[in-house]
């Protein structure tokens, strides 16, 4: 027995999201976006692209009291999964397309649960080098 305990592995697999899936979660919530920010069936192997979309068009439209509300609680979400790929563009795509602009980047921070507020933070300080008050 001795022999079969040392050929178990030591390690667990831990499924991750493809690219598909974490479009899809996008568009799941946000389907009236589909045609401006995945405009083909290519878009869904290009997250980081449709996610740099999305983050233009949550700046742009800020102000839509419902749009603002919406993102606020996917943002929220996203940031409690522990999905790589998944906490990747939100991080490197929709929180550094937000906080681009220091008064929408306010506007979230203010909105958003601690998990977000924390990653919402260290974006403006690593890579807009702002530090937050």
Excluded: W
């Excluded at 996610?51 to 409690?80: K, L, N, P």
């Excluded at 958003?112 to 890579?127: K, M, Y």
């Amino acid at each position: 027995m001795e022999k079969d305990e040392k050929n178990v592995p030591d390690f667990v697999i831990v499924p991750t999201m493809t690219p598909r899936e974490v479009v899809s979660l996008l568009l799941d919530r946000f389907p009236a976006m589909r045609d401006l920010i995945c405009p083909d069936e290519d878009s869904f192997n290009l997250p980081t692209c449709v996610y740099d979309s999305f983050a233009t068009e949550v700046v742009r439209r800020v102000d839509d009291r419902d749009f603002f509300s919406a993102v606020v609680q996917f943002i929220d979400d996203v940031a409690e999964s522990k999905d790589p790929h998944l906490r990747n563009v939100l991080v490197v795509c929709l929180l550094e397309g937000v906080a681009a602009d220091p008064q929408v980047a306010r506007r979230f921070s203010g909105a958003v649960g601690e998990a977000a507020r924390g990653l919402l933070r260290d974006v403006e300080r690593d890579f807009y080098h702002r530090v937050n008050t």
